[in-house]
């Protein structure tokens, strides 16, 4: 069986259950940003603090698991390289869910101290180390058992179900702030969508308990390999990624996830108004992405995703300053945000077939693991705490549209170097 022989019933058992881990990873992290000001009263306010510092600290810790990510992509992606992709999507999911799950249940500064805020960030760099190995092994399994030609689709939905992570993150924090007090949320409402995570993981382990060994790594490890890449090959391809990627992790960190807390501290915005121009923007995003990847399958990746870079680029400041402005009405306000999440989805639809493609099977879930990792932990996981700290420091409201214009301006750069013809044949053995 070749790479892209799969039977159709597979190749939807293995779309599912790759994508039911991404949605719990992002649902996760879209909830500790949407309620990242909550986070920051509750963990990381002792006497005598601002708000902003300990928006500040939270977004440390928020940080600080996304440089996990790097390690877990290291050491689940070399074992998922030599055992199999389903062993090690199994453990991570175990991981993910349980330390989601944990966090909800933790004790706050008023109860535990000091300690609460190391317990919680410990609690999340176990969550970076099983992201770190998830995306490496999901992106795997969806593309190569993907049906020739569709690669771009089957990927796609690893960033579609990313989306429908932060939009049920932002759904469950949108539903919580209107129905309880703020009070209420405060003390204990927060921990609600936190707790959640522990069912959807038993519907993950069930899934991931299903799927079947790829056609790809099993042929990998009964046939004679080709030669590996050597070690600097393979640090090369993931530079590159990182590159083509860059722009995406900052653009959609910023606009998907950062938002709430920048609408609310540098321009006052309601909680409620908040997390609604978030909703929009996650919309925007997930409408985006399916027919992205799609149409990348058609015409190639590269014009697909430089067409969203260069629209961040052009589109980010004219749509901050419309943010700003009060006088601006509100539905503009939210075509705009709504058109930030287009831009991004036409990166992250493609983004995943274009890294599987970058790396032969025998290092695949590492090399596309790390390059993603890396990415995200650079210029994602560091987006709050980078924005909030130089508007802080400079009193520039306009910071958000000059970090995501100039990581998309590298991602473009790069992107222009990726070759048109990769989408077309099989995935490299």
């Known amino acids: 069986m070749t790479a892209t022989a799969a039977t159709s019933t597979s190749s939807r058992r293995a779309l ?79 991981l993910m869910s349980g330390a989601t799950a944990l966090i909800g249940a933790l004790p706050t500064y008023a109860t535990l101290g000091a300690a609460a805020p190391w317990l919680l960030t410990l609690v999340r760099i176990v969550q970076g180390l099983s992201a770190g190995g998830e995306f490496g092994g999901a992106v795997s399994v969806m593309t190569e058992f993907a049906p020739p030609g569709r690669r771009g689709l089957y990927g796609s939905w690893q960033s579609f179900t990313v989306a429908l992570g932060l939009l049920a993150g932002a759904g469950a924090a949108a539903v919580l702030a209107t129905a309880l007090t703020e009070q209420d949320l405060s003390a204990w409402g927060w921990r609600v969508p936190f707790l959640l995570a522990l069912p959807l993981g ?38 590159l990624g990182i590159g083509r990627l860059m722009g995406w992790s900052a653009a959609g960190y910023t606009f998907l996830v950062v938002m709430p807390s920048y609408l609310q501290t540098t321009l006052n915005a309601t909680f409620q108004q908040a997390l609604v121009a978030t909703v929009l923007a996650n919309a925007g995003f997930a409408l985006a992405i399916i027919p992205a990847g799609a149409l990348s399958d058609r015409i190639g990746r590269r014009p697909v995703m430089l067409a969203g870079a260069l629209a961040v680029v052009v589109l980010a400041f004219p749509l901050l300053n419309l943010l700003q402005d009060p ?37 695949r879930y590492t090399g596309l693991g790390l390059a993603y990792s890396l990415s995200n932990a650079v210029f994602s996981g560091s987006a709050g705490l980078i924005i909030t700290e130089l508007i802080r420091t400079t009193k520039d409201v306009d910071i958000p549209a000059y970090y995501v214009v100039a990581a998309c301006l590298v991602s473009a750069a790069t992107l222009a170097t990726l070759r048109d013809a990769a989408h077309r044949g099989d995935l490299r053995a």
């Open 202 to 239: 038993v519907v993950a382990l069930w899934l991931r308990l299903r799927l079947e060994e790829t056609p790809s790594f099993e042929r990998a490890r009964t046939e004679p390999a080709p030669v590996r890449p050597t070690a600097g090959e393979l640090t090369k391809a993931i530079a």
């Open 327 to 363: 006088a601006s009405p509100t539905w503009a306000k939210g075509v705009a945000v709504l058109v930030a999440g287009v831009a991004v989805g036409l990166m992250a639809g493609p983004g995943p077939a274009m890294l599987a493609e970058m790396f032969p099977t025998t290092v």
């Open 16 to 94: 599912v259950a790759g994508s039911i881990g991404n949605f719990i990873e992002w649902y996760e992290f879209g909830v500790y940003g949407y309620f990242a000001t909550v986070i920051a009263a509750n963990f990381f306010t002792p006497d005598g603090a601002t708000d902003v510092e300990a928006l500040v600290k939270t977004y440390a810790s928020f940080a600080l698991a996304f440089f996990f990510r790097p390690l877990g992509a290291a050491l689940f992606g070399r074992l998922g390289d030599r055992i199999g992709r389903k062993p090690l999507l199994i453990l991570v999911v175990l």
